[in-house]
């Protein structure tokens, strides 16, 4: 087998657990062809995750770990924080614009908003509750980037239709994220969704992250945004001196 990178193989050991419930790190090493003490590593890093629960020589899945993750659960989390930091973003859009919105809750958010004061937009997204939002408004043309559906999920996910992407000039990216940190920018524990993010990153003008202050501090299992490839991040009121500090020191703008 070639060599795969860190997601690929976290991946694989995801979708293994989804099937098996438990695994061994002897089985994993047979399956994977890795040898076992890199395969520990990647446990012990997904069990701090809330990925999984290590056992003695393996790890169960987690039976909380898709209701922890689900987007019903973020969706109902910090509602205030997401109200304040959509309606700051909202200030941003202005007419003829081409956007992009995750499918992140925090961007559900924000379409609500753009929903009840419509002007004439493109509005690019992968979020399956974003489109569905959108979809009755007769000043947004939508265009849903296909992919797979995979069970608990409100995105889209893969690159399968990622081609996409590079035939429109989108002008600001709008994105949440699991965690953010200085070193590692912004970071997704979903692996599938991920890769398409980098792509969506990539074909944007300027990456806008909607993050209230949990998020700060916080590093999940896979990085789609360098801190260079912020513009701007979206924040609530209760956001530490000490990152304001940082943010100032990186270049980044922040609302």
Known sequence: MSKMFVHERRNMILDYLKKEQRITVKELSQILKVSEATLRNDLSDMEQEGLLKRTHGGAVLLDFDQ?????????????????????????????????????????LELAKRLKNDPKRLTIVTNG????????????????????????????????????????????????????????????????????????????????????????????SLV???????????ITDQHLSEENIEKLRKYGINFL
């Open 67 to 107: 209701s922890k993750y689900s987007f019903s659960t973020r969706e109902k989390k910090n509602k205030e924080e997401k109200s304040y930091i959509s309606s700051k973003a909202e200030k941003l859009i202005s007419s003829n614009q081409c956007i992009l919105l995750d499918a992140s809750s925090t961007a």
């Open 128 to 219: 399956i509750y974003t489109a569905l939002e959108l979809r009755d408004v007769p000043e947004f043309t939508v265009i849903l980037i296909g992919g797979v559906m995979r069970t608990g999920s409100s995105a889209l996910e893969s690159t399968i239709d990622a081609g996409v992407l590079g035939k429109i000039n989108i002008d600001i990216m709008f994105t949440s994220a699991s965690g953010f940190d200085f070193e590692n920018g912004l970071t997704d524990f979903n692996v599938y969704e991920v890769e398409l993010k980098k792509e969506m990153v990539k074909a944007s003008n300027r990456v806008v992250a909607l993050l209230d202050h949990t998020k700060f501090g916080n590093s």
């Open 223 to 233: 990085s789609f945004a360098s801190v260079d490839e912020i513009d701007t991040i």
